[in-house]
């Protein structure tokens, strides 16, 4: 799925993504780290992959919107 960059903390290398409808996903160092990238800028076009999550319950609250019950394990910069 593609994303835009949206914050990213090189210190903890987390950060959000924007979908393409607005919502906003966190993503974590793990996420990151399998990505293979050194830092990230708001506004990069990213792909990102998911992974559902047990218990649902984490999701962040309202404006969850479709990432609801999914984490991100994978964010690389989007190739054309």
Same mark, same amino acid.
């Given at each position: 799925?593609? @994303? ?14 924007? !979908? ?8 974590? @160092? ?36 479709? @990432? ?5 394990? !994978?964010?690389? !910069?989007?190739?054309?």
């Amino acid at each position: 799925m593609q @994303a835009t960059a949206y914050t990213f903390d090189p210190e903890t290398r987390s950060g959000s993504v924007l !979908l393409d409808d607005g919502t906003p996903v966190p993503f974590d @160092a793990a996420a990151f780290d399998a990505g293979g990238l050194r830092l990230l800028r708001p506004g990069q076009r990213v792909r990102i992959e998911f992974a559902e999550e047990s218990g649902g319950a984490e999701s962040g609250g309202a404006g969850s919107g479709g @990432a609801a019950g999914r984490r991100v394990t !994978l964010v690389t !910069l989007q190739t054309f």
